[in-house]
């Protein structure tokens, strides 16, 4: 952890003040940026280990600077936000955020999510994690592929990662909160409800079909099933 580079895209002074002296304090070396439009030089500059980015920003916003980092980067990425319904969370999760976090928030919570996303960020990938295909459907998790019937579906990172963490875990009942700790890292911090408008999405885009089936297993959670064995 010594001498890891934390980048904070944050217009608000008095948050920046804190964030910097905060994380010294942690053993973090910190990068200030204020405006959305240099975020991104900044970012090639100094290169960090993580990213602390704030939504409301003057020029670019968080969104598209989010989105520009996925272009290039997988580095871990955090939101900082004010806006802190279910919908804003779905949204920073499904354009690639690692985690997501309200403001004002707790430093030593906020402490324990940079460390388990940096921990999660720096675990080797498993060689097995590269594709798998049930029916007419095909999935490449290290390239975020999905095809369907041999052409490509359009489909956030998230629901990627959520249908093939559901295929590798198939016939076993999954609670959200192990679904929110095997996709997000959530670990207890994570709402429930995220997982229910993931599944509801990956259930609206590939309707029925002869091959598998999420199944909802009420007061508990979901389980991936098999239908063409």
Known sequence: MENELI???DDDEKICQVLTLYLRSKGYEVVICKSGNRAMSVFRECNPKLVLLDIMLPGMDGWEILS????????????LTAKGDTTDRV?????GADDYIVKPFDSKELIARIRAVLRRSAQPEETERSSVT??????DIKNYIIMLDGEPVDMPPKEIELLYYF????DKVLSRGQLLDGVWGFDFYGDSRTVDVHVKRIRDRFGENKY??????????????RLDE
Do not use: A
Not at 134 to 139: A, P, Q, Y
Not at 167 to 170: K, R, S, V
């Open 167 to 170: 295929i590798q875990h198939q």
């Open 7 to 9: 980048l904070v895209v």
């Open 91 to 95: 949204q920073g999760l499904d354009c």
């Open 68 to 79: 520009k980092i996925r272009k290039i980067s997988n580095v871990p990425v955090i939101m």
């Open 134 to 139: 049930i029916g007419n459907l095909e999935i």
């Open 212 to 225: 598998w089936r999420i199944r909802t297993i009420w007061s508990v959670g979901y389980k991936f099933e």
